[in-house]
Each structure stands twice: as C-alpha cells, then as structure tokens.
C-alpha cells in the first residue's frame, strides 16, 4: 500500500461516520423531554449503533445508543408504540466525583396492532 493510500484512508476516516439516509433525522432530547413513536429496528453501525424509530408522523427518526436505553430497548419488537424519556444524567463507575456522564433515558413499549408506517393497508396490493 502507498503512502497516498494511507493518506487518503486516514483523510476519509477523519470524516467519522456519515449518517444513512435510511436513519432518518437524530432525535435530540433535552432533560424531561419525551419522544413518541414506533420501533423500527437497530443498526450496529457507527460507534455506539443508533436506535431506529418512526415518530408520530410516521417520518424516519433514530437516536444514538447508549447504556440505559439498550437496556429499555432488550425486548421491544418491531412496530410496538415506544416512548422515550430524557432524564438526568447519572454518576457511572468511571465518573469523577461531582460528575455525572451517563446519558439518563428510560424507555416504554407496548405492542401495536397498527399497520407500519409506509406500509398499504391490507389487501390494497391484491391486483383483483
């Protein structure tokens, strides 16, 4: 491998990791902020993977992932109706003392009837 390989490897690596269109816009929740929505699946990719919902709206959204809400997500299934809390942050093992770094979510589900979002109702693609 040449010198402007690695070169152009390290220059790309640089750029971190681009979002996939297919994970919609981040959700970004303040302290005692909610989110609505349905659970749509888990993506391993970028460093922590990324939470995969759609919200209300039935529009693409993810959040990063993290300690307590791979923890709330463990049991949830695809299209069961999901809410998100942000809470406050709190003290881990590897915080200082006075510090709180962990990222404080909680989550709730319960499953949904509902068609997905995006898909036809049943029986519209029945072409008699």
């Not at 929740?29 to 749509?40: C, K, N, Q, S």
């Not at 391993?44 to 300690?67: A, K, M």
């Not at 299934?77 to 979510?105: K, P, Q, S, W």
């Amino acid at each position: 491998m040449s010198g402007d390989d690695l070169r152009d490897r390290a220059e790309k690596n640089a750029q971190g990791f681009v979002v996939p269109d297919g994970w919609g816009e981040e959700i970004e929740l303040e302290v005692g902020d909610h989110f609505e929505g349905r659970y749509r699946g888990h993506s391993d990719e970028g460093r922590s993977g990324g939470w995969l919902l759609w919200d209300t709206d039935g529009e693409l959204r993810f959040i990063w992932g993290n300690y307590r809400l791979d923890q709330g997500f463990e049991n949830v299934n695809v299209g069961d109706r999901v809410v998100i809390f942000r809470a406050e942050n709190y003290h881990t093992r590897f915080d200082d003392e006075g510090d709180a770094t962990g990222l404080g979510h909680g989550v709730a589900a319960e499953p949904c009837g509902d068609p997905l979002p995006g898909a036809s109702p049943a029986g519209d693609d029945i072409p008699f």
